[in-house]
Structures are given as C-alpha cells and as structure tokens.
C-alpha cells in the first residue's frame, strides 16, 4: 500500500507565545464596555490553507467579550485552554470541549471576569454565518455594552470577509425599526 508522503514536505510549528513576528494576535472583534474601555477577541492564526480549506487558531478573549451566537461553514472544535466561556447556557473552563458539526451554530459566547484562551480548529471553510442577532443585543444591552466595527482582516487565498455581510443585515434591520 502507498502514502501520501510528498517528498521534502515538513511538519510546520508554532506557539501560543506572543514573541512571534511572523504569527502575530490580531483583533477580530470588538466592543466598548460601560465603563468606556473596549475588550476584544484576538487570533492568532497558526495553520490557515485555502487548498485543501481549514483553519487553526489560538484565540484570547478580554474578560466580558461576547461574541454573537453564529456557526461556521465548516465542522469546527474548541477547546479551552484557560480562563472560561458561556456558550449560549454552558459555562466551560479550562479544559471544555465544543464540537461544532457543519450546519450547527452555538452562542452566545461570554468571556468571564478573567478572559479566556481558546484552540479552536475549522476543517473547511471557516467564515461564519449568523442568524440569531437578537441574543446578542439583548446581552450588550444587560452590560450596558456596545459593538464596535469589525477590525480589518485579511484572509488568505482571496477569501472575501463575511463579516461585513452581518453589520449591513444589523444596519438594515436598525433602519426598518428605528426604535430598537
């Protein structure tokens, strides 16, 4: 029987620390705490292909992150590292496991007083999808929070950014109901 070996194709390592240049955090999300600081999610990208599609990444929440209920176009896995997350009604420390199976989607995400630190993994494409934006603000609003705009990413391979395509849906909605 053969394998798959590719001749001179080597593992590929990296780390959590943040003394790495060529793999840096980047912030992905953000919002403005009541008290006007502001508290983001940052992800560091250690395995990121376009052929065949995944994605790995190291993940830091500031404490009281929240990230709206959403999935992913791809099955996905969490695991907490350190910290703890509210996953829609699961409180998960070090240690928690989520399994995302395609076509599912969990939220909203909640960092505790102390943030947290995810590895999370998307095997395919690892843009997300959301339809469930009310769970979200009713939870900004209880902490007297509000969403920033995203912060610009690049995504390998040409892969367009489909975070924008959730805050023009969140302005029309805003503009058919001026009240909420």
């Known amino acids: 029987m053969s394998t798959p070996r590719v001749p001179g194709l080597e593992p590929i390592f990296s780390t959590i620390a943040d003394d790495d240049p060529d793999c840096p955090y980047v912030k992905v999300r953000s919002q403005k705490n009541a008290d006007?600081?502001?508290s983001h999610v940052w992800e560091k990208w250690v395995a990121f292909s376009v052929e065949p599609l995944y994605l790995a990444l190291f993940a830091r929440y500031d404490p009281g992150m929240i990230v709206r209920h959403h999935?992913?176009?791809?099955p996905h896995t969490v695991v907490v590292l350190s910290g703890h997350?509210?996953?829609?009604?699961?409180?998960?420390?070090a240690g928690g496991h989520v399994e995302l199976p395609l076509g599912a989607s969990f939220g909203p995400i909640v960092a505790g007083t102390e943030g947290a630190?995810?590895?999370?993994?998307?095997?395919?494409d690892p843009r997300s999808?959301?339809?469930d934006e009310d769970s979200i603000d009713r939870l900004l609003a209880e902490r007297g929070a509000t969403?920033?705009?995203?912060?610009p990413?690049?995504?390998?391979?040409?892969?367009e950014d489909l975070r924008a395509v959730f805050a023009r849906a969140e302005e029309l909605a805003a503009e058919a109901d001026p009240g909420s």
Not at 119 to 124: A, D, I, S, T
Not at 147 to 151: A, E, F, H, N
């Open 36 to 38: 006007g600081s502001e």
């Open 71 to 74: 999935g992913h176009y791809s």
């Open 85 to 93: 997350v509210i996953v829609g009604d699961q409180d998960l420390g």
């Open 117 to 124: 630190e995810l590895y999370e993994v998307m095997m395919g």
């Open 129 to 131: 999808w959301s339809d």
């Open 147 to 151: 969403r920033l705009p995203d912060p």
């Open 153 to 159: 990413i690049e995504l390998p391979g040409g892969l």
